[in-house]
T-cell receptor
Framework: GESVGLHLPTLSVQEGDNSIINCAYS??????FIWYKQESGKGPQFIID?????DKRQGQRVTVLLNKTVKHLSLQIAATQPGDSAVYFC????????????FGQGTELSVKP | DGGITQSPKYLFRKEGQNVTLSCEQN?????MYWYRQDPGQGLRLIYY???????QKGDIAEGYSVSREKKESFPLTVTSAQKNPTAFYLC?????????????FGPGTRLTVT
């Protein structure tokens, strides 16, 4: 039968600390990865993306790291703020899927003031 | 302002009724997508369209139908054949430029069927 009431992985951090959110992706042929932030009851918002020919990419207060050897992606948020509280999704694209993105389950980030 | 809109934000229907969710974009994007999101889960692809008058099934298309008569619009019909239609539905759009696969999301429609 269906699973009911799945619980997202949760990360709880203190305001001002750095956060690291991890994601294991599924396909070694994936060549594009993206992180989204989703606040409760809203649509996902783009945070940062990275192509497979890079290991690291930085944005404003965010860094994405890609480890293709172990198919692992991470999102680092510096000086985490209460407004960063949300669910964070990683997604991957591999070439034979056109523009389709495959989304992970998500991680809920909770920032304590 | 350019963007993607979904209406209504909340929708209530009785079991056995079909219902159509609206999605409009003025970003001049060729591709559009419909996702379903259940509590505590990620996004699952229902249907997608990369060009007008063409669309493909996603991973969970059963019980749903779509049309793409205009570039700007990609309505989703949840039919009575969908066994568990209560969910949060998200529409997205993107370019078909392979330099970026970023999808832009609408605010979502929460459908409750009783």
């Amino acid at each position: 039968g269906e699973s009911v009431g799945l619980h997202l992985p949760t990360l709880s951090v203190q305001e001002g600390d750095n956060s690291i959110i991890n994601c294991a992706y599924s396909n070694s042929a994936s060549d594009y990865f993206i992180w989204y932030k989703q606040e409760s009851g809203k649509g996902p918002q783009f945070i940062i993306d990275i192509r497979s020919n890079m290991d690291k990419r930085q944005g404003q207060r965010v860094t994405v790291l890609l480890n293709k050897t172990v198919k692992h992606l991470s999102l680092q948020i510096a000086a985490t703020q209460p407004g960063d509280s949300a669910v964070y999704f990683c997604a991957e694209n591999f070439n034979n899927q056109g523009g389709k993105l495959i989304f992970g389950q998500g991680t809920e980030l909770s920032v304590k003031p | 302002d350019g963007g993607i809109t979904q209406s209504p934000k909340y929708l209530f229907r009785k079991e056995g009724q079909n219902v159509t969710l609206s999605c409009e974009q003025n970003l001049n994007h060729d591709a559009m997508y419909w996702y379903r999101q259940d509590p505590g889960q990620g996004l699952r692809l229902i249907y997608y369209s990369q060009i007008v008058n063409d669309f493909q099934k996603g991973d969970i298309a059963e019980g749903y139908s779509v049309s793409r008569e205009k570039k700007e619009s990609f309505p989703l019909t949840v039919t009575s054949a969908q066994k568990n239609p209560t969910a949060f539905y998200l529409c997205a759009s993107s370019t078909t430029d392979t330099r970026s696969y970023e999808q832009y999301f609408g605010p979502g429609t929460r459908l409750t069927v009783t």
